[in-house]
């Protein structure tokens, strides 16, 4: 029997008055609470079910517009979050967080919230999104079948809302269907296979990448994203480990080829027809 998916209803309420402050989602029938909330307010703020067990994330970003996520749980994560403050301020800590996720739930047991934990680092550290600075989680906890099925309900929804509130963390890197059109992009050395897809254009695990850049390429914001995925691993020895989603055709044609590029023109089918020359959209 096919499965159906349902309309969800969520009520977001901007505590501040403004998307930037603290933003409080809910989603109707799930006794779980959500809050979003940057770093300088949260010595004042103690409401909105914080002062409970769940899980959080702090995000951490960069200039140069890379992000880096640390996953963690506690029993009362606002005391959680004042303390990872405290330790930057002492130095124990060395990342800075500009605002934390906090997804709470009082039925939540500790072994379940670890769960929620280990199972949120293992998403963030595989779509090489974000980077995920957690050195640890609890891997081996053990839970009945009914408890792993509500911690999965609690992780499914956390991607909902997470959704809402304009962040793409949880978001799992694309896969083909049997509809899929696939685009081509070669150069001298370079060879790469890949799709449209919701977030961009997901270029495939075993593509090739050029093997020298162009000099009018260095220092684009492209080449940045061609060494930080370098240096990620996303990319070793030339060649794509992973599938990965770009933001636009544009991005991961240059990242291809090593030079700028009109990512309409490079992406090509089997049979040569540009991308730009496919009626996907409307």
Partial sequence: MEQKNYGKIIELFFVNGTSDGIVTAELSNWSGRSVKIPRINVKDYDRGGICNVGVYLLYCVEDDGSEKIYVGEAENVSDRLKQHIRDYQSGKESFYWNQAVVFTDDRLDKAE????????????????????????????????????AKAEEFIDNIKTLLGALGLKTLN????????????????????????????????????????????????????K??????????????????????????????????????????????????????????
Avoid: H, M
């Fill in 113 to 148: 919230i670890r769960y929620i934990e280990n199972k949120l680092a293992d998403i963030i550290s595989s779509n090489d999104k974000s980077k995920l600075l957690t050195k640890s989680t609890y891997k081996n906890t053990a839970l009945k079948d009914s408890q792993i």
């Fill in 172 to 223: 799992e890197v694309p896969k083909a269907t049997a509809e899929t059109i696939y685009f081509y992009c070669k150069g001298t050395d370079s060879s790469a296979i890949g799709f449209l897809s919701n977030e961009g254009f997901t270029v495939l695990k075993g593509s090739k990448i050029s093997s020298k850049t162009a000099n009018s390429f260095k220092g684009s914001a492209y080449y």
């Fill in 225 to 282: 994203l061609r060494e930080r995925l370098i240096e990620d691993q996303v990319i070793v020895d030339g060649e794509f480990t992973k599938d990965y989603e770009f933001k636009a055709p544009s991005a991961a044609s240059s990242v291809v080829l090593g030079r700028a590029s009109n990512g309409k023109d490079k992406w090509k089918t089997q049979n040569g027809v540009k991308f730009a020359d496919i009626k996907l959209e409307v």
